[in-house]
Nanobody, 124 residues
Framework: QVKLVESGGRLVQAGDSLRLSCAAS?????????LGWFRRAPGKEREFVAA????????LYADSVKGRFTISRNDAENTAYLQMNKLIPEDTVLYYC????WGYGEDSTFYSYWGQGTQVTVSS
């Protein structure tokens, strides 16, 4: 069992930067897990944002965030991060982190454990 808790979301201005954190607990190291960030706006489908493989050597990004967001991980701290730069109002949604034991990529069905989300609001 892996428990994930996201933090770092808040109200910011367009153009600002923000770093989200995803802390894992439950007695399991996430070092062998793939990690992903997803987001969902009210009334819309969950959208893939970024993923990082075990070991952190490979990353994937949605086209909408490529060049602005960076996913990273610190396995010693059992934590994943999403650095978000040049934020735009369209980034205003609830952000979730998730872990996958086997699959890696955009498909949310790969991911078994999910956090409760952290709200990011970008004002124009």
């Amino acid at each position: 069992q892996v428990k994930l808790v996201e933090s770092g979301g808040r109200l910011v201005q367009a153009g600002d930067s923000l770093r989200l954190s995803c802390a894992a607990s439950g007695g399991t190291s996430i070092s062998t897990y793939r990690l992903g960030w997803f987001r969902r706006a009210p009334g819309k489908e969950r959208e893939f944002v970024a993923a990082i493989n075990a070991g952190g050597r490979d990353t994937l990004y949605a086209d909408s965030v490529k060049g602005r967001f960076t996913i990273s991980r610190n396995d010693a701290e059992n934590t994943a991060y999403l650095q978000m730069n040049k934020l735009i109002p369209e980034d205003t949604v609830l952000y979730y982190c998730a872990t996958s034991r086997w699959g890696y990529g955009e498909d949310s069905t790969f991911y078994s454990y999910w956090g409760q989300g952290t709200q990011v609001t970008v004002s124009s």
